[in-house]
C-alpha cells in the first residue's frame, strides 16, 4: 500500500555535480514508483543551488539518462539556480522575523567545534546574540530550538535535538548562495511535495527542513528516507567516491539490479526495460517492503 491515501506528489532532487550513478537511480526509482502507485505526480528538480560545484552539461546528461531509462516526469523541470529571487524573498521574511542572524565565522574559526549527526561542526553559537565587536558578517545562519520528531515510512521514527545535534545552520552563505537546506524546504512547498523518497545519508537533513517549514508555517511532506548504496569498504557511492556511472544503453540489468535492491521482487525477463518494466515493478511496488536499513552493500559491477 502506498503510504498516502490521495493524490500526492513526488521528486527526484539530483544534484548535477556528476552523472548518474547507481545510487541516484536508486532514489529515483524508488520516489518514482512510490508517488505513481499512489496515483500521484512525480517531477523532477534540477538542486544546482550550488553553483561552483554543478555543470549544466551534468543537468542535460542526467535528464538524458532519466529518459533512457523510461522514467516520464511531470511539468517542467525546476531549476534551482534560477530561483534565487523567490529564496532571497522567504529570506527575507526569515530575517524580518528575527530566525537568522549574521555569522562572522570562518571555517577554520570552527575546526575546533565538535562534529553533529551528519559530520560538519555544530556551530558553537559564537555569533548567536550578536556579531563580537569587528567581526563582519559574512553568511547567515538559521536560530534552531528545540527537538524535532517525525515517523519515517522506512527508517522509523526520528527525533533530533536540533541545537545539540545539528546546531545553527547556514542558510545564505557567505559566497552569496542559498544553502541547500534553504532551497529543499522552500522548493518542496512551491510544488506542492507533500511526500519526500530519498536516500538515508539526508535522514540528518530532515529536522532542520522541518524546523524550518513550520517557522515559516509551510506544510511537511511525509518522509521515506531509503537504504543508501554503498561499497564493498561501507562508502557511499557518490560522485566523490568516483561511483561508475549507470549505463544508459543498458537500462534493464541497472534497473533490475535497483528493484531488487528495494525489495521487489526479480523480474519475470532479465532483459525488462523501459515500459514494461515500469508496470512490472508498479504492479509490485510497496513502500514496506524496503528493506529498514541505513545503507546497503552493493556488488563491485554494479556500483
Ligand atoms: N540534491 C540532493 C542530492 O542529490 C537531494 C536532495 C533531496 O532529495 O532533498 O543528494
Redesign the pocket.
Known amino acids: 500500500m502506498p503510504f498516502l491515501d490521495h493524490i500526492s506528489c513526488g521528486r527526484f532532487?539530483?544534484?548535477p555535480t556528476g552523472r548518474l550513478h547507481f545510487g541516484?537511480l536508486v532514489?529515483a526509482l524508488g520516489s518514482y514508483l512510490e508517488a505513481r502507485a499512489c496515483g500521484g505526480r512525480w517531477l523532477v528538480r534540477m538542486?544546482d543551488v550550488d553553483t561552483p560545484r554543478s555543470r549544466p552539461e551534468y543537468a542535460a546528461d542526467i535528464l538524458r539518462t532519466l529518459e533512457a531509462f523510461g522514467f516520464e516526469w511531470d511539468d517542467e523541470v525546476m531549476v534551482q539556480s534560477r530561483r534565487s529571487e523567490r529564496y532571497r524573498e522567504v529570506f527575507e521574511q526569515l530575517r524580518v522575523a528575527g530566525a537568522v542572524y549574521p555569522c562572522g565565522c570562518t571555517r577554520s574559526e570552527l575546526t575546533a567545534a565538535l562534529p553533529g549527526v551528519d559530520g560538519a561542526p555544530v556551530y558553537p553559537g559564537t555569533c548567536r546574540a550578536g556579531l563580537p565587536a569587528g567581526k563582519p558578517g559574512r553568511a547567515w545562519r538559521l536560530r534552531v530550538e528545540g527537538e524535532v520528531a517525525f515517523a519515517d515510512a522506512v527508517q522509523g521514527r526520528q527525533t533530533q535535538h536540533l541545537p545539540r545535534e545539528v546546531g545553527d545552520c547556514v542558510l545564505l552563505r557567505a559566497d552569496g548562495l542559498f544553502a541547500?537546506q534553504m532551497a529543499?524546504v522552500v522548493d518542496d512547498a512551491d510544488q506542492c511535495v507533500d511526500h519526500?523518497v530519498?536516500?538515508a545519508?539526508?535522514i540528518h537533513?530532515t529536522a532542520r527542513q522541518i524546523f524550518l517549514q513550520r517557522l515559516l508555517s509551510l506544510p511537511t511532506p511525509a518522509y521515506a528516507h531509503l537504504p543508501v548504496a554503498v561499497d564493498a569498504a561501507g562508502l557511499k557511492l557518490s560522485k566523490q567516491t568516483r561511483a561508475a556511472p549507470v549505463d544508459a544503453r543498458d537500462p534493464a540489468p541497472v534497473l533490475r539490479a535497483a528493484a531488487r535492491f528495494l525489495g521487489l521482487p526479480a523480474p519475470p525477463e532479465r532483459r525488462l526495460a523501459g515500459a514494461e518494466f515500469f508496470a512490472w515493478a508498479l504492479a509490485h511496488w510497496r513502500l514496506d517492503r524496503v528493506p529498514r536499513l541505513a545503507a546497503i552493500a552493493i556488488q563491485e559491477k554494479i556500483a
Open positions: 532532487a539530483p544534484s541516484s532514489a538542486e541547500y529543499v519526500v530519498r536516500g545519508d539526508l537533513s
